[in-house]
């Protein structure tokens, strides 16, 4: 499954288990729809939900966070990849492309496709990189496209969608029935794709939720996603930088993306020496920095990822051993990798992301990523978590979920910032209840 800027995992991915929380909130313009639980035991795919005020659906990560809930009348089980770095939510639904999960419209009595006169497809896609058309039915017709090559295509629709029981009726998604995939093996094990952007055509803003909040854990744990508010006590105060707001439409920026201000970059105590103005978008919008679940490591501009290799290696020198190797390039944009012998990573600086109003510090598993063995050699390989984004061919920041894992994310939409803590996100699933 292609997600916003999808990478595609190596093979020893390991699988994460992480659970959903769905909060009741007053503050919620949707909040009768967030009903309370009782305790029970859901279908397979669930977990049980012991607390009458939350409900919780499983939510999996290796190269991309997925969700597992129902959607239609009577309701078909579906999983999504959740992706902060798209709009539109999409869904499988043409049987003869070999998935293990597709949507069956026919089967719903509550499916609606969205014919081309409807506000929805005259007015709120305006914000979808691809323009609509008008199929030969006279429906609305959505092509959306990622950075890794993937593409899928099918008609607007609206139907039911249901979390833990709780149904909210009329949520625009696209029903797809074509399209090219990267990585057919991937994509054919979710159903389609949660758009969680700050768009209009969201899910996130379908459902009316004021904010939402999710901590990804580094290890084979269980981790959270808390859609809605409610305070925890037990979570330090949250570093908050604000989104980055642009009016005027511009080529190539993304104005509905969770888009944050980078000022500069330290590796250890020391700046990288590049110009400030760098970080800032250009007068074509190319530039911005995204806060991307759809992601799984961060990307960076080249001139500021070469910026940033020279002094990692300059810092370096003599503690790691570089892979010099000019054929391999991890997933096609991380060309700085090195051997380490028996497994055993040196402790190396952090590299810290410096935001308006915050910053984000990345370092041990979440700095060097083991991809593998040098075959023949002893030697396991480690590659460095930031890459290159013009070799994806994207002119943009990517800051992707592996360096999120145990910070806690907060989206707040209401009062437009990003919010963000340190925290081991297996002690906040069990103080949630959700941990063993």
């Known amino acids: ?218 290890h084979d744990a269980s981790g959270v996603l808390l859609f809605g508010d409610t305070k925890l006590t037990w979570l330090g105060p949250l570093k908050y930088t604000p989104l980055v707001k642009m009016n005027t439409p511009l080529p190539y920026f993304d104005r509905v993306a969770y888009t944050v201000r980078l000022m500069g970059i330290r590796v250890g105590s020391k700046p990288l020496q590049v110009p400030k103005s760098i970080f800032a978008p250009d007068h074509t919008g190319a530039g911005q920095t995204m806060v991307d679940s759809g992601t799984q490591f961060t990307f960076l501009l080249g001139s500021v990822y070469t910026a940033l290799k020279n002094e990692f290696l300059e810092q370096t020198k003599g503690v790691l051993t570089l892979l010099e190797d000019p054929n391999f390039v991890f997933e096609g944009a991380m ?35 083991r991809v593998g063995d040098d075959v023949g050699k002893g030697n396991d390989v480690y590659c460095f978590t930031f890459g290159n984004s013009d070799l994806l061919g994207i002119e943009a920041y990517v800051i992707g979920h592996h360096h999120q894992q145990n910070v806690w994310m907060e989206f707040d939409l209401v009062n437009s910032r990003v919010g963000f803590a340190d925290t081991r996100c297996e002690l906040a699933s069990r103080r949630l209840g959700m941990g063993p």
């Not at 305790?39 to 999996?60: A, E, W």
């Not at 028996?342 to 590299?351: D, L, Q, R, Y």
């Open 335 to 369: 060309d700085l990798c090195f051997r380490v012998r028996g497994n055993v990573v040196p402790a190396v600086p952090a590299v810290t992301m410096v935001f308006e109003g915050a910053e984000m510090g990345v370092s041990g598993e979440r700095l060097l990523y």
């Open 1 to 218: 499954m292609a997600s916003h800027f999808l990478l595609l995992p190596p093979l020893t991915m390991t699988l994460f288990t992480v659970f959903i929380l769905v909060q009741t909130t007053n503050s919620s313009p949707q909040a009768p729809l967030i009903l309370p639980l009782k305790s029970q035991t859901l279908p397979h795919g669930f977990v049980s939900v012991p607390s009458p005020s939350s409900r919780k659906l499983s939510f999996h990560h290796n190269v991309t966070l997925t969700v597992s809930l129902t959607v239609g009348t009577p309701p078909q089980s579906v999983t999504m990849v959740l992706d902060t770095g798209s709009e539109l939510s999409w869904l499988h639904c043409n049987k003869s492309q070999n998935m293990n999960s597709i949507f069956n419209p026919q089967l719903s009595s509550s499916y609606t496709p969205t014919p081309c006169t409807s506000p929805v497809c005259t007015a709120q896609t305006r914000d979808f990189p691809i323009p609509v058309s008008c199929d030969p039915r006279n429906l609305c017709h959505a092509i959306v496209s990622y950075a890794d090559a993937t593409s899928i295509e099918g008609n607007l629709a609206t139907d039911t969608f249901s979390i833990s029981g709780s149904g909210q009726p009329g949520i625009i998604f696209g029903c797809m029935d074509s399209g090219f995939s990267s990585n057919t093996k991937e994509d054919s094990k979710t159903t389609g794709l949660m758009g969680m952007n700050r768009g209009s055509l969201s899910f996130v803003t379908q459902m009316g939720f004021p904010k939402f909040s999710y901590c990804i854990s580094g």
